[in-house]
């Protein structure tokens, strides 16, 4: 069974910066593009940065030049360097990709989510 399992979240002062972690597990065959949203209560969830297997990148604008995404393929893994953090910035942020697992079919899953709180 495909898990996607993230960490690194927590409380953090403006201006500062954490690293978010998200490990693909089980029966894996190929990740294709993975991703960070993230969302507030009663907000709808948001893409905040995307890359693909070959390592193209996408940012919402209002985290360009601030978040940085990255992979590492070989550990079925995706980063997310935050710097410059805002209040705003405060949220669950979920990973999420696009897998081919043992199911022998391409599917999408979610992590379970990690809290981001941007507060003095």
């Known amino acids: 069974q495909v898990q996607l399992v993230e960490s690194g979240g927590g409380l953090v002062q403006p201006g500062g910066s954490l690293r978010l972690s998200c490990v693909a597990s089980g029966s894996i065959f190929r990740i294709n593009a993975m991703a960070w949203y993230r969302q507030v209560p009663g907000k709808q969830r948001e893409l905040v940065a995307r890359?693909?297997?070959?390592?193209?990148?996408n940012y919402a604008d209002s985290v360009k030049g601030r978040f940085t995404i990255s992979r590492d393929n070989a550990k079925n893994t995706v980063y997310l360097q935050m710097n410059s953090l805002k209040p705003e910035d405060t949220a669950a942020y979920y990973c999420?990709?696009?897998?081919?697992?043992?199911?022998?079919?391409?599917?999408?899953?979610w992590g379970q989510g990690t809290q981001v709180t941007v507060s003095s």
């Open positions: 999420n990709a696009d897998i081919y697992s043992d199911k022998y079919r391409w599917s999408n899953y």
């Open positions: 890359i693909t297997a070959g390592g193209s990148t």
